[in-house]
């Protein structure tokens, strides 16, 4: 089937070129392939603002239950209960509902000082330096304390944890994701979980293991041992891995808007504004996948029941129709309605923390850092075909 014919353009999330700077072929398929069809890999993409939306927007079509990412989609495989990203109701509202418990907006906003301790852990002992790099000494330390302490993870052990779990989003450059290492780091929360069993405390892991709900067939119960672990897994990686990138992505956009940066030094209340335009300019998930569950036509063409299809977050968030001159940077620009962390139903239960974390991070690095320039031929990106963002960014401090 070939539904971009009479044009030469070609987009897939795997392609190493696309990823360093997927905008331009964003920007082309809002213009002339609004629906897009990818031979090579079979599976069809929607770019602009209102298809993304829908797709988030109408559940009964666009499904969760075969997984959020390409390959889980494309293989078949049965997705581990518990795995709330992956679900449909009714399984989704009751499992979803579990987790909404610890993300509480009180509990969130409780962690702030907490937060701006592990800043200053890390960056404290960068100071005096002429450089760093972002992602490891800064990006990379604060998000892992902050979802290892509301797990229970011991501290010592936090670090291998975060390693463990991020390796399993990297892939061979050009190449998919492993099937298999879509959950391959489950069982390494085992002892932890055990170890909590016995001793309880104040964190997800107990509160999870002793909380008490119905499940879809009317019975009143507890978590199973494997779906604590899935559960625990879910909230592991995706309180990660995105909010390393997201610290990342601001090292480099507000290096790059040194202007707009001094503003925001002088001014702080421009803080929560500029972490939202972030969010919008450079999402850490550029496109997130949907099973279709049932025939249905967009941009007048039928896409089969059966399909593949990724909602191209990143070309939404720049979408000109929704937000005016989307590929310009502006502080200044109210973010209301990006799609960064979905829409609807399976809006992000941790965006509330993802954004406290991003706010207190550049709080904290501004208040130590007010000027800095990025290294960008000694910069990395991640090799990854899930999340998008910096593995190494190196900065120089004038």
Same mark, same amino acid.
């Given at each position: 089937?070939?539904?971009?014919?009479?044009?030469?353009?070609?987009?897939?999330?795997?392609?190493?070129?696309?990823?360093?700077?997927?905008?331009?072929?964003?920007?082309?398929?809002?213009?002339?392939?609004?629906?897009?069809?990818?031979?090579?890999?079979?599976?069809?993409?929607?770019?602009?603002?209102?298809?993304?939306?829908?797709?988030?927007?109408?559940?009964?079509?666009?499904?969760?239950?075969?997984?959020?990412?390409?390959?889980?989609?494309?293989?078949?495989?049965?997705?581990?209960?518990?795995?709330?990203?992956?679900?449909?109701?009714?399984?989704?509202?009751?499992?979803?509902?579990?987790?909404?418990?610890?993300?509480?907006?009180?509990?969130?906003?409780?962690?702030?000082?907490?937060?701006?301790?592990?800043?200053?852990?890390?960056?404290?002992?960068?100071?005096?330096?002429?450089?760093?790099?972002?992602?490891?000494?800064?990006?990379?330390?604060?998000?892992?304390?902050?979802?290892?302490?509301?797990?229970?993870?011991?501290?010592?052990?936090?670090?291998?944890?975060?390693?463990?779990?991020?390796?399993?989003?990297?892939?061979? %450059? +050009?190449?998919?994701?492993?099937?298999?290492?879509?959950?391959?780091? *489950?069982?390494?929360? &085992? @002892?932890?979980? $055990?170890? !909590?069993?016995?001793?309880?405390?104040?964190?997800?892991?107990?509160?999870?293991?002793?909380?008490?709900?119905?499940?879809?067939?009317?019975?009143?119960?507890?978590?199973?041992?494997?779906?604590?672990?899935?559960?625990?897994?879910?909230?592991?990686? %995706? +309180?990660?891995?995105?909010?390393?990138?997201?610290?990342?992505?601001? *090292?480099?956009?507000? &290096? @790059?808007?040194? $202007?707009? !940066?001094?503003?925001?030094?002088?001014?702080?209340?421009?803080?929560?504004?500029?972490?939202?335009?972030?969010?919008?300019?450079?999402?850490?998930?550029?496109?997130?996948?949907?099973?279709?569950?049932?025939?249905?036509?967009?941009?007048?063409?039928?896409?089969?029941?059966?399909?593949?299809?990724?909602?191209?977050?990143?070309?939404?968030?720049?979408?000109?129709?929704?937000?005016?001159?989307?590929?310009?940077?502006?502080?200044?620009?109210?973010?209301?309605?990006?799609?960064?962390?979905?829409?609807?139903?399976?809006?992000?239960?941790?965006?509330?923390?993802?954004?406290?974390?991003?706010?207190?991070?550049?709080?904290?690095?501004?208040?130590?850092?007010?000027?800095?320039?990025?290294?960008?031929?000694?910069?990395?990106?991640?090799?990854?075909?899930?999340?998008?963002?910096?593995?190494?960014?190196?900065?120089?401090?004038?």
């Amino acid at each position: 089937m070939t539904v971009t014919s009479g044009h030469d353009l070609y987009y897939d999330p795997y392609d190493v070129g696309i990823n360093a700077d997927p905008y331009p072929v964003f920007r082309r398929l809002r213009e002339v392939a609004q629906l897009y069809y990818n031979e090579r890999y079979d599976f069809f993409a929607v770019s602009r603002y209102e298809d993304v939306e829908r797709g988030f927007k109408d559940r009964a079509t666009f499904i969760s239950g075969r997984g959020g990412i390409l390959e889980l989609i494309k293989s078949g495989i049965e997705i581990p209960p518990g795995t709330v990203i992956f679900e449909d109701p009714p399984t989704h509202t009751i499992h979803r509902s579990l987790l909404s418990r610890v993300f509480t907006p009180r509990k969130v906003a409780a962690l702030e000082p907490r937060i701006r301790q592990y800043c200053a852990d890390a960056l404290d002992p960068l100071i005096g330096r002429s450089g760093f790099d972002l992602v490891r000494d800064f990006a990379a330390q604060m998000p892992m304390r902050v979802i290892g302490m509301l797990l229970g993870i011991p501290d010592q052990d936090q670090e291998a944890v975060r390693d463990r779990v991020d390796a399993n989003l990297r892939t061979e %450059a +050009g190449r998919p994701m492993q099937q298999a290492d879509a959950f391959a780091s *489950g069982d390494m929360f &085992a @002892e932890y979980i $055990d170890w !909590r069993a016995d001793h309880p405390s104040d964190d997800i892991m107990t509160e999870l293991m002793h909380a008490e709900f119905e499940d879809e067939t009317g019975t009143r119960r507890r978590l199973t041992r494997d779906e604590l672990l899935t559960y625990v897994s879910v909230v592991a990686g %995706a +309180g990660n891995e995105t909010t390393t990138r997201l610290i990342g992505w601001t *090292g480099k956009v507000l &290096a @790059e808007h040194a $202007d707009q !940066r001094r503003e925001i030094v002088e001014d702080r209340s421009l803080v929560n504004d500029a972490i939202e335009e972030i969010l919008r300019f450079e999402p850490p998930a550029q496109h997130v996948g949907r099973y279709v569950a049932r025939d249905v036509e967009i941009h007048g063409r039928t896409v089969p029941e059966g399909s593949a299809m990724l909602l191209l977050v990143g070309a939404a968030n720049r979408d000109e129709r929704r937000f005016p001159d989307g590929d310009t940077f502006d502080i200044h620009r109210k973010v209301t309605s990006h799609v960064t962390f979905g829409y609807g139903a399976h809006f992000c239960l941790g965006a509330a923390l993802a954004r406290l974390e991003g706010r207190v991070a550049l709080d904290e690095l501004l208040n130590r850092f007010p000027e800095w320039e990025v290294d960008l031929a000694s910069a990395e990106l991640a090799s990854t075909s899930t999340v998008r963002g910096w593995e190494t960014l190196p900065v120089v401090i004038p």
